[in-house]
């Protein structure tokens, strides 16, 4: 068997809060640079020695998603600007093209608008993630940026969509998010810094240089993250200044982005609200804003801004403490919100004239969503519904609460009678009733019997839903046909169960997150399921680095994917990505009290018992700017040299034996969340899933 790899030993010591604190590989920083590109080579090279016994299972799990997927697949289409667009992916490509016809004209010729296998090809690195795809107000242009390494780093384009050709002007660095003037002449951007925090707003008019490009708003607060999206109406572009528990928005009419900005309320500690144009759906019919704020109600609630003064707020749907509101949108006939009740997120349909009506998923577990709904007078909404066990279906609801299906996510040669779902609430350590999925196939029980993966997430109040699974029902019966259950643990830190959900797990009390998750798996192997592999990715890999710490005894296995593991580190250099905005999620490390917290948990700071170390299986992306790959390599490094067989395991020849550490970094072009393309994201799941499978011996 080849040598594991062997990180050099090169101590840096800091001082903070009066003790030593010393990082022997803090060398290991820039991918760049070859003595690091070395290391990460060879351990993505012992990686695959290690794993090559399971390249079969790999190839023939890949093979069974892959032929779930249709060769000539259509995605749902919608309306805009009076024309129907959609999305297609022809046989034997990876990447969809964009189409459009006229509304207008059923049996007109569609016109192609942007191919993105081509971009892809010629891009030639073998990645590619669209960003921007904002057709203008009168159909003419359309703005589309792309990704073509995986660091989120967007090169904005025009298109004239009547020659189909872009114009030489070009932005090389931009962010998510953009707004077209009501004229279709200039477009609004935004740009992230070099610790990719957006943080500007750029104005472009077509048919001149880039250079020439105008800064609307830059805003130097290092906590506060820039979003941009023109409204529903077209008459309003919103920039949101984002922190972690508080919000400020500023306003500029569409007609004219020469306009300076202007802010609605000033950014407040724990004041959040977003503001969403509703034309006709005031007091009397007036013009204004619905303001989904937490102002005075904890699970948010809905108040109104007059047009004429944005600042001026009433009360217009009170607070229910049972459910947090999640958002509100406008449209000519109503408005919807989006809701969070008991842990399922569903939607509440408010037509102008007459009564509400809510949609709710079938399945537990599951969400119902708007899918993309552009015009602001649509006779009818379009909703998806989401499912552990059902591919995503989309419908048609009428403003009177009538349903019409209209387009299904197909998994090809699937008989979906075969599975179920249904969620359990398992009591914490502190008796909190944690919600758990289980989706099964109908012929494995819940006896104790059956093995098991459990998935988690559990920070910035963000649910662990469905939609989190980009390969969908597509990849999962490959797991669920084998006879393993999919439990998905929503822990504390998450927003499952609203704003208290994230309140009790961040900062001072992050420590619930894990507790939360360590109990679920305690009581699924009392008498639900035989044994546990747990997954998590980001912030759920930091889940998962903690679990590997603190509770290693309970799993047969851990994967720990782009790992948030070297928590103090991390947090203390404001220049790396995420960090500064992040000290209200994680805690500030120069603070005595916080650190104290935040050190008790940080896995790097907290490597398990060498003779209880389940196999540990870690990811990494070079190009990745989330979280950098410096934080995997290192805790690999750590975890290698704590132990005399350097990660090896018990059985050198498995690539699931006690204390095995393997560490598949991406060394080429690939992203936080793994590759790009149809393809391509399901073999990397069969990856992980061979390994998953042969640590619960199945």
Request: hydrophobic share 40%.
């Amino acid at each position: 068997m080849p040598e594991a790899p062997s990180a050099a030993v090169r101590p840096v010591t800091t001082v903070l809060h009066g003790r030593d604190r010393t990082d022997p590989y803090a060398w290991i920083a820039d991918p760049d640079d070859p003595e690091v590109a070395a290391y990460l080579a060879a351990e993505r090279a012992y990686y695959e020695t290690r794993t090559e016994g399971l390249r079969e299972v790999r190839r023939a799990m890949s093979a069974e998603m892959a032929a779930r997927v249709p060769a000539d697949e259509q995605d749902v289409p919608w309306n805009a600007g009076g024309y129907r667009y959609r999305r297609e992916t022809p046989a034997g490509r990876e990447y969809a093209r964009l189409l459009r016809r006229p509304v207008s004209d059923p049996t007109a010729s569609e016109s192609l608008l942007l191919d993105l296998q081509e971009v892809h090809d010629a891009g030639g690195t073998g990645y590619a993630h669209e960003g921007i795809l904002e057709v203008s107000p009168d159909g003419r242009w359309l703005a589309w940026s792309i990704d073509l390494d995986g660091d989120e780093v967007y090169q904005l384009r025009f298109r004239d969509l009547v020659t189909g050709h872009d114009l030489d002007e070009v932005v090389p660095r931009t962010y998510y998010g953009g707004a077209w003037g009501a004229d279709s002449s200039s477009f609004l951007y935004t740009v992230h810094d070099e610790a990719w925090r957006p943080y500007q707003v750029w104005r472009h008019v077509l048919g001149t240089p880039v250079g020439d490009d105008v800064l609307v708003l830059e805003d130097l607060d290092e906590t506060m993250e820039l979003e941009l999206h023109g409204s529903r109406s077209g008459l309003w572009a919103v920039i949101s200044l984002v922190g972690r528990g508080f919000r400020e928005e500023h306003l500029i009419p569409a007609l004219d982005l020469s306009v300076p900005p202007v802010c609605v309320r000033p950014r407040e500690h724990g004041v959040e609200y977003e503001l969403e144009h509703a034309p006709g759906l005031g007091p009397d019919g007036s013009d204004g804003f619905l303001v989904t704020t937490n102002l005075g109600a904890a699970e948010f609630h809905v108040m109104w801004a007059p047009v004429e003064d944005p600042t001026a707020w009433v009360p217009l749907l009170a607070q229910d403490p049972a459910q947090r509101v999640l958002g509100a949108d406008a449209f000519a006939q109503g408005a919807v919100l989006t809701l969070r009740r008991d842990g399922v997120q569903m939607l509440r349909v408010l037509p102008r004239d007459g009564s509400p009506v809510d949609v709710v998923p079938a399945d537990a577990g599951g969400l119902v969503r708007l899918s993309r709904n552009d015009d602001h007078d649509q006779p009818r909404l379009l909703v998806a519904t989401e499912s552990w066990v059902r591919p995503t279906v989309w419908e048609e609801i009428g403003w009177d609460g009538s349903r019409a299906e209209v387009h299904r996510l197909e998994s090809l040669g699937t008989d979906l009678a075969q599975y179920v779902v249904e969620r359990r609430m398992l009591p914490s350590h502190d008796g909190v009733l944690v919600p758990v999925d289980l989706a099964r196939h109908v012929s494995t029980p819940l006896d104790g019997t059956a093995p098991c993966l459990l998935y988690g997430y559990g920070a910035y109040e963000a649910p662990c839903d469905p939609d989190w699974f980009e390969t969908g029902f597509r990849a999962l019966p490959s797991l669920l046909d084998r006879g393993v259950v999919l439990a998905v643990g929503h822990p504390r830190g998450g927003g499952e169960m609203g704003r208290r959900w994230w309140d009790d797990g961040h900062l001072a009390t992050k420590q619930n997150t894990f507790a939360d998750q360590a109990a679920v798996a305690e009581r699924l192997l009392d008498g639900v399921v035989s044994r546990i592999v747990t997954r998590g990715l980001s912030a759920g890999g930091l889940l998962q680095g903690a679990l590997y710490s603190q509770r290693p005894e309970l799993f047969a296995g851990v994967v720990a994917e782009v790992p948030f593991v070297d928590v103090i580190t991390t947090m203390l250099d404001a220049s790396l990505p995420l960090t500064a905005q992040e000290w209200l999620e994680w805690g500030d490390p120069r603070e005595e009290d916080q650190y104290a917290v935040m050190v008790a948990y940080s896995p790097i700071d907290n490597l398990p018992p060498l003779d209880h170390r389940p196999p540990l299986l870690v990811t990494g992306a070079v190009h990745d700017p989330r979280v950098l790959v410096r934080e995997p390599a290192r805790w690999v490094a750590r975890l290698r040299a704590s132990d005399p067989a350097r990660g090896h395991g018990d059985d050198p020849s498995s690539p699931v034996s006690p204390r095995t550490v393997l560490f598949r970094c991406e060394t080429g072009a690939g992203a936080h969340a793994g590759p790009s393309g149809r393809y391509a994201e399901l073999e990397y799941e069969a990856e992980i899933y061979a390994w998953t499978l042969a640590a619960l011996g199945s």
